[in-house]
């Protein structure tokens, strides 16, 4: 029989519970989708009454939650799998836990981060049967929980959509060249990785939220970039600056897997996860642990095409000839680690 998954997340191109439901099949499962959005649903007013005095409170949380046990009654899954800071009261885990459908979150944020935190999630978030965290600085803290199996889990490429565009004459590539390329939103952080490249004389392209709201940056923000968008920017700039966000406390991105699958050249922020994922430094990818070391390095890559070639082709290939970091391979790990016997915490 069928292992059966209700996903509930965002169901939108390029976000991960999409991800995992497109690569159910691929997985030898049956999945369905609840857009999480709709708990959020309703007058403007209540919802910015919710957001600013109620925690970032959906203003449909019990209701949407009510409809995701209706759904499993209906439906009878194995497992229910939410993404991210999911609108899932406590009330609904324990309907779930009492049917005896277990429940997981894969938690694509740090939750301890201010920007994320909302008090109704972590109340939620004991009464899950597992966590699965991309993150390894957050183990510690969702373990002291006392409540759900945590594990690490790296986040992932999307097949369907991150894969290397086709071939493009030197006149077709021009619109999408770039000398650096970054694909993220803005923030200070971020910003000031930029300042010093845009002063030494580098060509940026810079795609993704709030670019156009940064101090400086108005006339380099390109806006967001959809699917066909990111493939043809990241193969065909020079070099992709790899971040994470020190907020969110990140030892990897999901731009990590996603610029590699493309075949882009990298230059990648120094964690011992990116270690972990690419391997020493000049394998498949440079490393850089300051914005001096990384104007270095963008001078020896854009100086040396011949390598920087070598280099997405050797990435491309790490991440993708073993087949284990789709989201088809997650989910089955996920499935595995919450339907089988435990064997322990994931390290």
Not at 74 to 96: D, F, H, I, Y
Not at 272 to 283: K, N, Q, S, V, Y
């Amino acid at each position: 029989m069928t292992t059966k998954v209700l996903i509930v997340g965002n169901p939108r191109e390029t976000h991960v519970g999409r991800h995992f439901m497109n690569g159910a099949p691929n997985a030898g499962l049956e999945a369905q989708i609840m857009d999480l959005a709709e708990a959020y649903e309703g007058p403007r007013w209540i919802k910015s009454l919710c957001w600013h005095l109620l925690g970032k409170r959906p203003q449909r949380l019990n209701r949407f939650g009510g409809e995701v046990v209706h759904r499993c009654q209906e439906w009878r899954p194995g497992l229910v799998l939410t993404t991210g800071l999911a609108p899932l009261p406590e009330k609904s885990l324990a309907q779930l836990r009492a049917a005896g459908i277990t429940t997981a979150n894969f938690l694509t944020d740090d939750p301890w981060n201010k920007h994320h935190h909302t008090p109704w999630f972590m109340r939620a978030l004991p009464l899950y049967d597992h966590v699965f965290t991309p993150r390894r600085a957050n183990v510690p803290e969702l373990e002291a929980l006392h409540g759900p199996k945590i594990h690490y889990l790296p986040f992932a490429y999307a097949p369907e959509i991150h894969f290397p565009p086709a071939a493009m004459s030197t006149e077709e590539q021009t619109p999408w060249s770039s000398e650096v390329l970054f694909i993220g939103g803005a923030d200070e952080e971020r910003a000031n990785i930029m300042r010093p490249l845009i002063q030494h004389g580098f060509k940026l392209g810079l795609w993704g939220g709030y670019w156009d709201r940064m101090p400086g940056f108005e006339s380099l923000a390109r806006g967001h970039a959809g699917p066909t968008e990111f493939r043809n920017l990241v193969a065909h700039a020079g070099v992709n600056l790899c971040l994470v966000r020190r907020a969110n406390r990140d030892g990897h991105s999901m731009r990590t897997f996603e610029l590699a699958a493309v075949g882009g050249c990298l230059a990648v922020e120094d964690t011992a996860e990116h270690r972990d994922i690419f391997g020493p430094d000049g394998t498949c990818v440079r490393y850089f642990t300051s914005t001096r070391e990384l104007i270095t390095l963008l001078e020896q890559l854009l100086a040396d095409r011949v390598e920087c070639r070598r280099l997405a082709n050797a990435v491309r290939s790490r991440l993708v000839d073993s087949g284990q970091h789709t989201y088809a391979a997650r989910l089955q790990t996920i499935v595995a680690a919450c339907l089988q016997p435990s064997t322990g915490n994931a390290p």
